[in-house]
């Protein structure tokens, strides 16, 4: 057992007892995990290739929960960690193109920093996590559901379990907050996320 | 929660998502009316909505995630060249290997989709079985069919497909995410049956049909599909079997819930077992994915080590028929109505019949029971959608008893005939005209009581619902009990042994019930199962006596039955307590119901819909007791379940939102009952439309609690509402329409609007008395208030002889109604001038309210 495991493992233990502060400290050692993880991924991808920001959640909560079943009140604080990490991770990345781009903070990245390339949606993500703030105090249930769905990449069965609501209710939450973001967005370029060919042999 | 603009944005949005083109339009004229702001806020969320299913967020982070392995593969070549194709780049990976769109140069230019086989495949046979029907594959031309052109051998060994790319989603990714309705589903998935009979004619069989070989790409705004793969399901198939679905780990690495039984039977046998209808097979599969929301037996549930019972399923089990596993998908039920622009209750309905029949028939085990052709399925579904006659048959009892009264038409009464083809199949019975349910009931009482039947019909559905599911689970028992109907009770209707006579329903069951208990000694299940069906047909035919005695009996059968099964037990006690309430037997009904909930409640955790519709049903026979306490309980956890089962949009949630409303008026919380009753009409409205008997009973319980707390104003529009639908939908001579004629009148009369009233109170005294006993609660409100208006528009006479025969006709022990009497009587003779018989009427008020704070029973 890693030793990020035993803590996550401790930390869902007291969350679990009813104490809610633990929660605070699973952020950063998901956050952590997260990165490293997308790191050492990346080291054996060949360039120009992306890893999926939902993939690399599942296989964080694999290495720091494992196979136990924390039950479902504690998997959502994992996933609501998770996801926030994700968001985090993916805005620092675009930020730091942003300045890449506009010919600063070149100092800044070496190489041991260069950050993984992590499959950013093909958003402004910068615009993304604005729009979500707002969203968030306006509808934040919407705002939760997006936090699961799309960054931890729960389904909407998940999602719906974790937020505590049916799952109509959850994907209603999920349309409305698509739109919404969606419109909030539209003032920037949107090229939008093509669906992808999916061809399955 | 922001501001009310956005708040009411959000809510518009929610509906119209719901909503095609036509039906947003209205709404938004309707609820932006002279907002244009608001109006533009919603049109730009249903525009971004609708540019959305596809692209922006993806339509399912997780279900692309879970899909999509974490780490590229080794040998990730892009840009690499196999043979004359370039690799662009990856589209997918699979069981099998690896997708990539390719760049052909020579001897044409285009774009093209790669396969490219893992290892641990025969090359040189997997290539040598495409060419030889690369002949075959060749003359297929059919727009609905993706094109293969090419196999070959990688650098390393591996076979590889060259086919047409076809850039698109698996159709029911699509389905679902256009949120199709379900003829369009019909519509698309008949392109499918195209595209496999042109194959079928050129001598191709697919073998491996499944959503993710059924492409769909939009062309113009038009949907399209693409059946990809055919010849490759063969050529890589050592077996012909499927076998090639497991590898040597024994681990399922395909989809194998499209499989057809002779495939899953001759999977390692070597045998080539596979024909055009083994293609039929998996259609039907598809097809029931497509319009139920799961296919028949879930691959989840299998394990590695499950392949063989896997197999044994497919070729054993009866799979659930779709409208059966639409209402067993338990939580995503209702996501799977939605997808489909449907409530679960119309789900399923929509499912059952014609739809069940053609998809079970295109599924049968025996391919020779299947549809002959694809285009012969493509054809009934054809019938299916205009209407007529489909030839796909249901194999039920129903059936086998409509053959019978065929062939013995002569001696059967059609009304007795019609009865027992609905019990022998367990079918859902329609439930009969409102009647007045005993002398003594309140006004009140009987729109409760009118309620009730219609509860009383939906919990009838869902109890049919739910025999279904239980037959399908317990074939051999649906064996044992419709052969004892079908002998017994349609064999005592035989021409020989009715003689001429009209053998009666009664008739016919009371055979059936004397033999019931000698026909399944010491099968204790079998036999509360029939004296369910019994019982039940009883209550239909409102011999509640017998009736009772019947499902007391099977409730005491399910109690013995070893092991005890407590759903069983709390379905039997929740059959009984339903016939006892209409018997006014109502503290025995609660016990049982409290009994049921209980048991219920020990299975579950969460709420499901039988447990909700019990709430139902006890919460309202508490209310008929007025213990509006328990009620309270009872109902707050009602409206709990009800909407965790069926969300808010719901006639079933309605309900509840009225009872409680009642609870709360019982209680005398006015403001708060109103409350509820409005949501109750909101939700009325919007599932039945307003020409709907619920919304008017709903629209009729918000105008008498506003009539109630003395909102004349308020409750005169809703009342007049609910008399013109009541009109409508239940005819000018109903008993409804007349006590909310009463309530209208009642409402001008406050008003001292006597021209108004008029017209309304006469109508209501004349339905009253046609159709009731003078005695009658309803027929004597009729005379009060017809005798309000006499007194107070002068008619002292006529008033007199309406309030003198309410009074005569009213029991002693009336207290509040006496006293009330008397008080008009009094007004009535100080108006008239006559002193002597007021001071005497004055007495009798002090009497009767003496009486009644005496603390005997009242009536409120």
Known sequence: MSSGEQRVTRILETLRSGDDRAGEELLPLVYDELRALARARLARTPPGNTLQPTALVHEAYMRLIGEEDPGWENRAHFFGAAAQAMRDILVEQARRKATLKRGGGRRAIDLDHAEPAIESPVIDMLALDEALRSLEASEPRAHQVVMLHFFAGLTMEQTAQAVGVSERTAAREWRYARAKLKKELDGGSLPGVGAGEEGEL | ?????????????????????????????????????????????????????????????????????????????????????????????????????????????????????????DTRSVVARFEAERQALAMMDHPHVARVYDAGATAQGRPYFVMEHVPGVPITAHCDGSRLDVESRLRLFMQVCGAVQHAHQKGIIHRDLKPSNIMVTEVDDDAEVKVIDFGVAKAIDTTGAGMTRFTEMGQVVGTPEYMSPEQAGAAGTGMDVVDTRTDIYSLGVVLYELITGAPPFESQSLRPGGLLELQRRIREDEAPRPSVRASSLGDSAAEAAALRRL??????????????????????????????????????????????????????????????????????????????????????????????????????????AEIEQRRLAEARLIEAEEARRRAAQAAEETEAVNAFLLNDLLASVRPEEARGRNVTVAEALGNAAERVGDAFRDQPALEATVRNAIGNTYRSLSDYESAVMHLRAALELRRKVEPVDLNQVSFAANNLAIVLRQLGRLDEAIELYHEAMELRRAQTDGYDADLVALLHNYSAALLTLNRWEDAEQVVLESVDGHLEVFGEEHAATGMTYTNMGRVLRGMGRHEEAIEWFSRSVTIMRSVHGDDHPATGTAVNFLGTAYLQSGMNEEAVPLLEECIEIYRRVLGPEHISLGIAMQHLGDAYLRMQRYEDAAPFLHESHRIAHSSLPPDHTIARGADYYLGQLKSATSLYEEAEGLFLQCYSLTPEQRYDTRADLALSLTTLYERWEREEEASRWRERIEHYERLQAGGTEGDS
């Open chain 2, 343 to 448: 409530e679960p209750a119309e789900h399923r309905r929509l499912l059952r019949g014609d739809l069940d029949w053609i998809v079970m028939r295109a599924m049968e085990k025996d391919p020779a029971r299947r549809y002959a052709s694809a285009s012969e399925l493509s054809q009934d579904l054809e019938r299916h959608l205009s209407s007529e006659p489909v030839l796909a048959r249901p194999p039920s009892a129903g059936y086998r008893a409509s053959k019978f009264v065929r062939r013995h038409r002569a001696g059967v009464a059609a009304a007795t005939v019609a009865a027992l083809a609905m019990l022998a199949g367990a079918a859902a019975l329609t439930v009969g005209m409102v009647r007045a349910v005993s002398a003594e009931a309140s006004a009140r009482e009987a729109r409760d």
């Open chain 2, 1 to 121: 929660m922001s501001g009310a603009g956005a708040d009411s944005a959000r809510e518009i949005f929610d509906r119209a998502v719901e909503l095609d083109a036509e039906g947003r339009r209205r709404l938004l004229d309707e609820r932006c009316a002279g907002n244009m702001a608001l109006r533009a806020e919603v049109e730009e969320l249903l525009r971004c909505d609708d540019e959305m299913s596809t692209g922006f967020l993806g339509a399912d982070a997780g279900a692309v995630a879970a899909a999509s392995g974490l780490i590229p593969s080794e040998d990730d070549d892009v840009g690499a060249t196999i043979g004359r194709y370039r690799l662009i780049r990856r589209l997918g990976a699979g069981g099998f290997g690896v997708v990539y769109l390719a760049e052909q140069t020579e001897p044409v230019r285009r774009s093209v989709a790669l396969k490219v086989i893992k290892l641990g495949m």
